[in-house]
């Protein structure tokens, strides 16, 4: 039993084919060149007071899941300056027509693991009373024989039986294994809680000189027609300027 909860607690459901998809940019002005970080298509985009380094946060996108990139922020100027992720806008571009592409937020993805946590206390507290009522019925049992008589007539007696050993050694066992579920469910969440705490990009104010970054997350885009590319607009507003970077998201060759 102890088994069959811990691969249900973390298993994914595999449904279906997974594809992949690969992300390259554009350099839309003199201000933009497209580079290569550690195998990654990436793009540095600099303004007067800025400059901004993007690239996916994966070498490959899963087909219809949320590209995740890596945002690099410098603050050349002289002067605080604020980068606010309510100010980042993301376009989905279908011929001339611009489909606004939602921005996930930090608190938006603390919100969704949440969510997730909520969901595997339930499952974890499924397991764990399952455990506990099978060591409950542990230590009892019935029997049933058979015995020959005189003039070769047969008896047949049953009966149950309370073992307090067993039961005692059932109950131990269930909850050693109920608390391993109950800390692995929450060790998982405090360590996704700390990975989002710790990588996605959040509203900060950027000293003279200063880098800062972190992990931007978008809705998925459309899906276009057969193999055609996926184009949208990143816009990234650091201080008074504006970077826009034009991105393309297709199937892996």
């Keep these: 039993m102890f088994k069959w909860g811990m691969v249900a607690i973390a298993a994914l459901p595999l449904v279906g084919c997974v594809t992949q998809e690969t992300v390259s940019f554009r350099a839309s002005n003199a201000n933009q060149q497209a580079i290569i970080r550690d195998g990654r298509n990436a793009l540095v985009s600099r303004q007067k007071n800025s400059l901004v380094l993007v690239s996916p946060a994966s070498r490959q996108v899963q087909t219809g899941g949320r590209p995740v990139f890596v945002v690099g922020i410098n603050n050349m100027s002289p002067k605080p300056v604020n980068f606010l992720t309510s100010q980042v806008e993301a376009n ?36 764990v009373g399952a455990n506990a009522y099978n060591a409950s019925r542990a ?43 109950i800390s692995a469910t929450i060790e998982r969440g405090q360590a996704n809680m700390a990975m989002l705490e710790q990588s996605v990009i959040k509203d900060n104010t950027l000293m003279p000189g200063e880098w800062y970054g972190g992990q931007l997350h978008l809705a998925p885009p459309v899906d276009g027609a057969g193999d055609a590319s996926k184009n949208y607009v990143l816009t990234l507003q650091v201080g008074n300027d504006r970077h826009v970077i034009d991105v393309s998201q297709g199937p892996a060759r």
Excluded: H, K, W
């Excluded at 930090?106 to 969704?112: G, K, R, S, W």
């Excluded at 008589?149 to 039986?161: A, I």
């Design 139 to 181: 230590g009892y049992g019935s029997y049933e024989s058979t015995t020959i008589g005189p003039r070769g007539r047969t008896y047949t007696t049953s009966g149950t039986f309370y073992s307090p050993t067993a039961a005692a050694i059932a109950q131990n066992t269930a909850a050693a294994q109920n608390e391993a579920v």
């Design 92 to 127: 989905q571009m279908v011929g001339e027509q611009a489909y606004p592409m939602q921005v996930i937020t930090y608190d938006a993805l603390v919100q969704e693991e949440r969510n997730r946590q909520v969901g595997r206390a339930i499952l974890a507290g499924l397991v």
